[in-house]
C-alpha cells in the first residue's frame, strides 16, 4: 500500500474522503441548520415567572403567509412588538392562536409574558410564554411548559433519526466514489 495514503482504520483516511467527496458540505449544512437548531429547540425549558418580560398594549398580529401563520403583536407607547409561538426554526407555524380567533381579538386590551429564545447561532426568537386579553388567559404558562417538555422529546429522536440518514446517504455517496476509483484503477 502506497505509505502517502493513510488505510480505512486511519483518520486522516475519512478526512482526506469526506473532503474530497464534498460530503462536508453536507455535514456543514445539516449540522448548522437541523441539529443546531434541534439542539437549542431541546434544550429550551420556560424561565421562572420572574425571568419572562412582560409587554402591556393593544393585541395585534401579522398574517405572514397561509404556510407560517400569524405572529402575536402588542401595540403601545415604544411601537409594535411581534411574539412567536414556533417552538424553534424547524418548526412551520407562528400561530399561538387559531388565525380566527386571534383576528376577533385584535384591538382588545392584551398582556403578553415572553422570553428571548435562542433557535440558532447568534440567532433568536421572542417566545411568547403567556397571553392575556381582556384579562382572560388565552395561552397558559402550563401550555407553553408542556410544549418545550414535547419538543425535548421529539427533538432528541429528530436529530439521531436525521443524521442516521445523513451517514446513509454520506455513505451511498463515498461507495459511489469508491466503485469508480476503483474502475478508473482497473481500466487505467
Request: glycine share 6%; with cysteine.
Amino acid at each position: 500500500m502506497n505509505a502517502s495514503f493513510p488505510s480505512k482504520t486511519d483518520l486522516r483516511y475519512w478526512i482526506r474522503r469526506l473532503w474530497k467527496n464534498g460530503t462536508w458540505i453536507v455535514l456543514s449544512i445539516t449540522i448548522f441548520l437541523v441539529l443546531i437548531p434541534a439542539w437549542y429547540a431541546g434544550t429550551t425549558k420556560l424561565p421562572p415567572l420572574e425571568q419572562l418580560q412582560r409587554r402591556e398594549g393593544i393585541l395585534t398580529y401579522k398574517h405572514i403567509d397561509n404556510r407560517s401563520g400569524a405572529l402575536v403583536g402588542i401595540i403601545n407607547d415604544s411601537g409594535t412588538e411581534y411574539f412567536t409561538c414556533r417552538p424553534s426554526q424547524l418548526g412551520k407555524r407562528h400561530d399561538c392562536l387559531r388565525f380566527e380567533l386571534l383576528k376577533s381579538l385584535s384591538g382588545k386590551p392584551a398582556e403578553v409574558l415572553w422570553f428571548e429564545q435562542k433557535v440558532n447561532l447568534g440567532s433568536i426568537q421572542k417566545q411568547l410564554a403567556r397571553l392575556m386579553v381582556e384579562g382572560e388567559e388565552k395561552i397558559s404558562l402550563e401550555k407553553t411548559a408542556r410544549k418545550f417538555d414535547f419538543e425535548e422529546k421529539v427533538s432528541i429522536w429528530f436529530s439521531v433519526g436525521f443524521l442516521f440518514f445523513v451517514v446513509l446517504v454520506i455513505r451511498a455517496f463515498d461507495k459511489n466514489i469508491r466503485s469508480k476509483e476503483e474502475d478508473e484503477q482497473h481500466n487505467g
